[in-house]
């Protein structure tokens, strides 16, 4: 058997070096626990990048895909089944919207995103000049579509030219939102709460005002949720807690707790004025395996009662959180909802992440400053305490 050092050299010489890894190579996993090939074991506040939000090993999610697997996996969408039929229902359910479409990833539905809403404003006016407004320090994907609103430079300028007519404003600055808005304007989009650019939630008075501009002007209010929806912020989708209803809303991610799907959606006024046979397709997207995954995962989220054990969990999570920020003078803020918290410090954070995986503690970045905490949503009060023990270590 190959050593994890010998498995690590061996990705350097093959894999394309586009990731800078973290020195391990996980092997399973067990409830909110990861354990490497050496057979250490590891508190996980990552969870894949919020995607595992039912924790590892679990028995009812792996024997549902199981099941799928050993009917169908996949038969394009030139023909109807019943898992994209169920989980559609499903969506429309927990998300309050009217139509589906499944995608492969994040990216891939913020794709479909700006395809919708360009299409709906082409209808209007027949110009093919119309500007999406999004938002600086955001985050939508790495495809040429997504990275275009992405609101990073540094991600955008070695591709540019990018897709155009994208404008930049700042979040929860709504008068930098109105200097943008013009007669060209189709659609709004950020994300509900921003992940990758440094954990910012939107302000309630922000969300209400651009969805009174858009009511106003037939603007499409686009939200992406693929990091903070599906019970990360303590409602199936943020913008619930707020009740501020997106025309077009965005997810992934935990939406299937680790098979690789995505979803756009929108309302029925949208659906029925934009996107139609031949303007949008995918191969894999809204195959049976992922079908059943989704349903699957909003079965666990309403039987469980995940939502409600995400609030009661995520204010544990702020208040020791608040505790560890108080006691350390180079942590400069503490933001986020629910099980999507950051630390802010005054330096960078690489040195403390490496330092918690080496005690056994799954940790990452939102940017080069801010400590991001992205558990399974399962986890309880008694693995928040041991996290807590490990990050203060890591700080002394």
């Given at each position: 058997?190959?050593?994890?050092?010998?498995?690590?050299?061996?990705?350097?010489?093959?894999?394309?070096?586009?990731?800078?890894?973290?020195?391990?190579?996980?092997?399973?996993?067990?409830?909110?626990?990861?354990?490497?090939?050496?057979?250490?074991?590891?508190?996980?506040?990552?969870?894949?990048?919020?995607?595992?939000?039912?924790?590892?090993?679990?028995?009812?999610?792996?024997?549902?895909?199981?099941?799928?697997?050993?009917?169908?996996?996949?038969?394009?969408?030139?023909?109807?089944?019943?898992?994209?039929?169920?989980?559609?229902?499903?969506?429309?359910?927990?998300?309050?919207?009217?139509?589906?479409?499944?995608?492969?990833?994040?990216?891939?539905?913020?794709?479909?995103?700006?395809?919708?809403?360009?299409?709906y404003a082409f209808l209007k006016d027949?110009?093919?000049?119309?500007?999406?407004?999004?938002?600086?320090?955001?985050?939508?994907?790495?495809?040429?579509?997504?990275?275009?609103?992405?609101?990073?430079?540094?991600?955008?300028?070695?591709?540019?030219?990018?897709?155009?007519?994208?404008?930049?404003?700042?979040?929860?600055?709504?008068?930098?939102?109105?200097?943008?808005?013009?007669?060209?304007?189709?659609?709004?989009?950020?994300?509900?709460?921003?992940?990758?650019?440094?954990?910012?939630?939107?302000?309630?008075?922000?969300?209400?005002?651009?969805?009174?501009?858009?009511?106003?002007?037939?603007?499409?209010?686009?939200?992406?949720?693929?990091?903070?929806?599906?019970?990360?912020?303590?409602?199936?989708?943020?913008?619930?807690?707020?009740?501020?209803?997106?025309?077009?809303?965005?997810?992934?991610?935990?939406?299937?707790?680790?098979?690789?799907?995505?979803?756009?959606?929108?309302?029925?006024?949208?659906?029925?004025?934009?996107?139609?046979?031949?303007?949008?397709?995918?191969?894999?997207?809204?195959?049976?395996?992922?079908?059943?995954?989704?349903?699957?995962?909003?079965?666990?989220?309403?039987?469980?009662?995940?939502?409600?054990?995400?609030?009661?969990?995520?204010?544990?999570?702020?208040?020791?959180?608040?505790?560890?920020?108080?006691?350390?003078?180079?942590?400069?803020?503490?933001?986020?909802?629910?099980?999507?918290?950051?630390?802010?410090?005054?330096?960078p954070v690489a040195d403390t992440i490496?330092?918690?995986?080496?005690?056994?503690?799954?940790?990452?970045?939102?940017?080069?400053?801010?400590?991001?905490?992205?558990?399974?949503?399962?986890?309880?009060?008694?693995?928040?305490?041991?996290?807590?023990?490990?990050?203060?270590?890591?700080?002394?």
């Open positions: 058997m190959n050593t994890m050092k010998e498995y690590i050299d061996e990705a350097e010489k093959d894999l394309l070096h586009t990731y800078n890894r973290y020195q391990v190579v996980f092997d399973h996993g067990e409830g909110v626990r990861l354990f490497d090939l050496e057979g250490k074991s590891y508190l996980d506040f990552v969870c894949g990048i919020g995607v595992f939000a039912l924790g590892y090993g679990n028995k009812e999610y792996n024997d549902a895909l199981k099941s799928q697997i050993d009917k169908i996996i996949h038969t394009s969408n030139y023909y109807y089944n019943v898992p994209a039929i169920e989980a559609a229902k499903a969506m429309k359910k927990i998300s309050g919207m009217d139509r589906v479409f499944f995608t492969n990833s994040g990216a891939e539905a913020i794709e479909g995103a700006i395809k919708t809403a360009r299409k027949g110009k093919t000049d119309h500007e999406i407004i999004a938002m600086n320090h955001s985050f939508h994907g790495r495809t040429m579509g997504a990275l275009s609103v992405t609101g990073t430079k540094k991600y955008r300028d070695p591709f540019e030219p990018m897709i155009g007519n994208i404008r930049f404003a700042e979040m929860n600055d709504i008068e930098s939102v109105k200097a943008l808005i013009n007669d060209k304007t189709c659609a709004i989009l950020f994300e509900t709460v921003q992940g990758e650019g440094g954990v910012h939630p939107a302000e309630e008075a922000f969300l209400k005002e651009i969805r009174k501009i858009c009511d106003e002007k037939d603007i499409l209010l686009m939200l992406d949720e693929i990091q903070c929806g599906m019970g990360r912020c303590g409602e199936y989708f943020a913008w619930q807690k707020y009740g501020v209803k997106p025309d077009v809303l965005t997810s992934a991610k935990a939406l299937t707790c680790g098979v690789p799907a995505g979803a756009f959606m929108m309302t029925e006024k949208v659906g029925t004025h934009s996107l139609v046979a031949g303007d949008h397709g995918t191969t894999y997207g809204g195959n049976p395996l992922a079908g059943a995954a989704v349903v699957e995962v909003i079965r666990q989220f309403e039987n469980g009662n995940i939502n409600e054990h995400v609030k009661e969990v995520g204010s544990y999570l702020w208040d020791k959180l608040e505790e560890v920020k108080n006691a350390h003078s180079d942590i400069v803020d503490h933001r986020g909802a629910g099980l999507l918290q950051g630390l802010e410090l005054d330096h490496n330092k918690a995986l080496d005690k056994g503690l799954v940790l990452i970045n939102a940017g080069t400053n801010i400590i991001r905490f992205l558990p399974p949503l399962v986890i309880e009060k008694s693995d928040v305490d041991e996290m807590i023990d490990i990050l203060n270590t890591c700080f002394e």
